[in-house]
Nanobody, 124 residues
Framework: QVQLVESGGGLVQAGSSLRLSCAAS????????MGWFRQAPGKERDFVAS????????YYADSVKGRFTVSRDNAQNTVYLQMNSLKREDTAVYYC?????????????????WGQGTQVTVSS
């Protein structure tokens, strides 16, 4: 079992930055690909970013490419999502997830564990 806890969300103005963190506990010795997803009210949960166990490969949704950066610190069992140049359409609950995989994972259904989410609200 792996437990994930997100933090760092909040209310910010458009153009601002936020850094989300996802702290993992439990069986973190296994190799897990990590992902970030987001869900706006009334919409499906969408893929945002994925990072492999070593951090050597990352992948982003087109909507956040060039603005968001995913990284990880395995010594701290923490994954980060740096979000710059935030837009109103980035408003959503952001979730981190882990998958028992060595490669990038883009589909929500392929992730094994999920955090409870953190709210990000971007005002104009």
């Amino acid at each position: 079992q792996v437990q994930l806890v997100e933090s760092g969300g909040g209310l910010v103005q458009a153009g601002s930055s936020l850094r989300l963190s996802c702290a993992a506990s439990g069986r973190t010795s296994s190799s897990y690909t990590m992902g970030w997803f987001r869900q706006a009210p009334g919409k499906e949960r969408d893929f945002v970013a994925s990072i492999t166990w070593t951090g050597g490969r990352t992948y982003y949704a087109d909507s956040v490419k060039g603005r968001f950066t995913v990284s990880r610190d395995n010594a701290q069992n923490t994954v980060y999502l740096q979000m710059n140049s935030l837009k109103r359409e980035d408003t959503a609950v952001y979730y981190c997830a882990s998958a028992r995989s060595l490669g990038l994972v883009l589909k929500a259904g392929s992730y094994n564990y999920w955090g409870q989410g953190t709210q990000v609200t971007v005002s104009s």
